[in-house]
């Protein structure tokens, strides 16, 4: 099972980045999607979630209005679009893949893209 995150980089206030995560060895279809971020210092928050089909898409409120999560089942890839970024956008980027069974949830994690917005 493999999650590579991409997309990444520095960019100013105001800028827009997106970011991409492929995914590989798994049924993607099947799983929700997710963005999750750590900033330094912080614990790690959910960004935004996508259904398995695409629909009903979550996103926190720090950046409801700004993000936007999509995915493309038949290239198995998640996509963020950030808009509008800001400082405290700041932080590394994770993408995180999840089912649940009748026993539990299983879930992947990629390795995460670094995002820095500053002038």
């Known amino acids: 099972v493999q999650l590579v995150e991409s997309g990444g980089g520095l960019v100013q206030p105001g800028g827009s980045l997106r970011l991409s995560c492929a995914a590989s060895?798994?049924?993607?279809?099947?799983?929700?999607m997710s963005w999750y971020r750590q900033a330094p210092g912080k614990e790690r928050e959910l960004v935004a979630t996508?259904?398995?089909?695409?629909?009903?898409?979550y996103y926190a409120d720090s950046v409801k209005d700004r993000f936007t999560i999509s995915r493309d089942n038949a290239k198995n890839t998640v996509y963020l679009q950030m808009n509008s970024l800001k400082p405290e956008d700041t932080a590394v980027y994770y993408c995180?893949?999840?089912?649940?069974?009748?026993?539990?949830?299983?879930?992947?994690w990629g390795q995460g893209t670094q995002v820095t917005v500053s002038s």
């Open positions: 996508i259904t398995s089909a695409g629909g009903s898409p």
């Open positions: 060895a798994f049924t993607f279809s099947n799983y929700a």
């Open positions: 995180k893949a999840e089912v649940w069974t009748m026993v539990a949830a299983v879930s992947y």
